[in-house]
Every structure is written in C-alpha cells, then in structure tokens.
C-alpha cells in the first residue's frame, strides 16, 4: 500500500466547498489502496473560533474511515483585519514545521493552496530529491485577490507573486481546478507537469421525481458562503422579485446583513433557512425551480464546484459569476449565464424564464450530463496514474 499526506487548511467536520473537496480526495485515494493521512488546523471555519470539541488541545490525531487525521493548532480568525489574518496563517505554519520536525513524511505529499504562505512552508521544509511534491491549486492568489480588491500592486503583493512563483516552481505536479489555471502555471513554468483535476463531487445522485408545478413564481435558490465574494446581500437588494422566490441558505460575513433586510423589508421575496447539513441541503435543493451561482467580482481561473454538484442533483443553473465557468455551464446546457455584476441583465433574464422550462425533462437531462461529463471515479483513477 502507498503512502501519501495531504496539507490542507480545511477538512471535516469543517463545512463548505474546500472541505467536501479535499475530504472527497482523501476518502477516494483510500479506496484506490492508498494509505491516506491528512493534516489540518483544528477545526475553526468559517466562524473563526475553534469548535467546542477541540478547544484547550495543541494537537489531536483521529482515524477516520481509515484515515489518520491530525489536527495541529491555530490562532483561529476569520477577521477582516489583515494582520491577524496573516496571523492565522503564520501560527499554522509554525505548527506544521513543528510536525515536520517530529514526525516522518511520506514520500508523496499534496499540498492544498491557497493559503500560499501555509503552502510555501510545505514546499520550502519538506522538498527533497525523493519526495513527491503535488500542488494542488483551487485559486489564483495574489491574481483572484487582486480582482477582488483585497489587494493592490504593491511591495507586498509582490512578495506574494515571488512567493506563487516558488510554490510552482518546487512542485514535481500541480493539479488545477480550471483550465485557467493551467494556463497560467504554464506561462510562468512551460515545462511544468499539470493536471486538470475538478472539483467534482462525489456522492450517490438522487432519483428525480416529477412533481407538479403549483405555484407562480420562479423558485430561486442559493446555498453555500455569504461571503464578500459572493456578494448576496447586494443580489438581494437588486433582484426584481415579480417573477421570483429567492431562498437563501448559508452563513458567512454576510448573515446578519441580509437577516435585517428581510426584517426592515417585508415586501422582498425572500426567506433565509439558515445554514444545514449537507446531506440535509441536497434534499432541500430538489424542491426548487432554478438555483443561481454569483460571483460579485469575475475572478481568473476560478470554477465553481457547485456547478458540478447542482449538475448531479439535475437544478437548473443561472451563473452569474463569469470566466471558465460560463464556459461550463454553456458547453453542457446547464442553465442560463448573465455578465457577472450585470443586474439589470440578470432582471431581464429572469424576467424571460417560463417556469415551465424548468420542468422534470429539463432536469433529468441535466443530470444526466453531469453524471457522463462530471464523473468523480473516471477522473480519480487519471490522477492515480499520475501520481
């Protein structure tokens, strides 16, 4: 059996897309007769405190269906103060050259960025000539925190590209969600081995059951992060509800916010459920119409996981959020794509949508495209190959 580690700032019982997706690769190269350890801060996202269960521990180490889980500490923050997030990331940092210290490494590792500092401490204190070094890129940092104002083009934005450079530079393999991605790691790097692997999910699809279509509107829904990123509150306050229900499910930056626009505002259509399980959400998902996928800022190289795992539930999709995803959503007929930012585009969208088009033959065919195009195992066993 094969040994490998996985570095990554977020895994379960953490929620949220960047955990399903490291939890779904950790869990599928055990099944492929790997033996699978992770490491990762105790447990913190996205509330920035360190859940009940761990507090008042340095590390914890856990085997989980088969896979040895260590959990080193944190000083835990999700503030939007700049410093203390560069704290955040520092005091990982420090407690994984502690583990690196300590501890003996399998000779293949894949290291999760961003963050890029976590990851360029993976790949300065554990490079050597017979360890395997697989970078496994899920955003373009400092590009996508350009874009989305986080930051400027200054000293320490170039120090962050030195740093990206370093990163690439030392892994023997790097996997990219997005073609963009890609694309960019070649033109800094020509030579360097890449592979496109997506973030798609990997659970059992449900059956889709025809219902009747009783009420009026449109049905919307989103799931997932109220962060800046996403921008809801602003979608909430720009929507032209005559021909939808908005519901919003999630917690984030942005909560609060949108809890009292609903409040002060009652004529809005929209209803907030809170955040739940994710097993819980998938059977929640199917009782609506279409779900919409923002983004209030276009952001290189980034590809929605949603778009996959929405694809496998057969919702019909509006993207909102531009680049490589419209792409995805175009090419497999998964929806409707609106210019990112574009409200007034988004309204008349919206405002052209028959309810009748979002029918049970709309979705089954959707379904049935994610399950051909976006299968977990097909690509799963490519990247065993190239391991």
Same mark, same amino acid.
């Given at each position: 059996m094969n040994d490998i580690l996985i570095i990554t700032n977020y895994f379960p019982p953490e929620t949220g897309a960047a955990?399903?997706?490291?939890?779904?690769?950790?869990e599928g190269l055990q099944k492929q007769n790997y033996s699978v350890s992770v490491i990762t801060p105790l447990p913190n996202y996205p509330k920035g405190e360190i859940f009940d269960d761990y507090k008042g521990v340095f590390k914890n180490t856990s085997v989980e269906n088969s896979i040895t889980i260590h959990r080193l500490w944190i000083y835990a923050s999700n503030s939007k103060n700049k410093l203390k997030r560069l704290i955040a990331m520092l005091s990982y940092s420090f407690s994984l050259v502690w583990f690196f210290m300590w501890n003996k490494l399998p000779n293949k590792v894949i290291v999760q960025s961003p963050p890029l500092l976590v990851a360029f401490t993976c790949m300065f204190f554990i490079r050597k000539k017979s360890r395997k070094l697989i970078l496994n890129v899920s955003d373009l940092w400092p590009i996508a925190g350009l874009e989305l104002g986080a930051f400027k083009k200054n000293f320490s934005y170039k120090l962050l590209e030195r740093i990206e450079r370093f990163n690439y530079k030392k892994a023997d393999l790097v996997l990219g969600q997005s073609e963009e991605i890609l694309a960019h790691i070649t033109s800094i790097f020509p030579e360097k081995?890449?592979? *496109?692997?997506?973030?798609?999910?990997?659970?059992? @699809?449900p059956k889709l059951v025809e219902k009747p279509t009783n009420h009026r509107k449109i049905k919307m829904v989103y799931a997932g992060l109220l962060g800046i990123a996403q921008g809801i509150y602003k979608l909430c306050t720009e929507l032209d509800y005559g021909n939808i229900q908005f519901h919003v499910?999630?917690?984030?930056?942005?909560?609060?916010?949108?809890e009292n626009l609903i409040a002060t505002n009652p004529e809005l259509d929209i209803v907030y459920h809170g955040e739940i399980a994710r097993s819980e959400?998938?059977?929640? *998902?199917?009782?609506?119409?279409?779900?919409?996928? @923002?983004?209030?800022n276009r952001i290189y190289g980034s590809v929605p996981s949603k778009i996959f795992e929405y694809g496998k539930l057969g919702l019909p999709m509006l993207y909102f959020g531009g680049g490589e995803g419209e792409t995805v959503i175009e090419n497999h007929k998964l929806g409707w794509v609106v210019p990112s930012s574009d409200y007034k585009a988004l309204n008349l969208q919206l405002s052209k949508i028959d309810i009748t088009e979002l029918n049970h033959r709309f979705k089954n065919q959707i379904q049935k495209t994610a399950l051909k195009n976006f299968d977990f195992e097909r690509q799963l066993h490519a990247l065993v190959k190239s391991l």
């Open positions: 955990s399903n997706r490291i939890f779904h690769l950790a081995n890449t592979f *496109l692997y997506r973030n798609f999910p990997d659970f059992d @699809p499910y999630g917690a984030g930056a942005e909560k609060e916010s949108i959400l998938h059977q929640a *998902l199917l009782q609506y119409d279409l779900t919409i996928i @923002p983004l209030l």
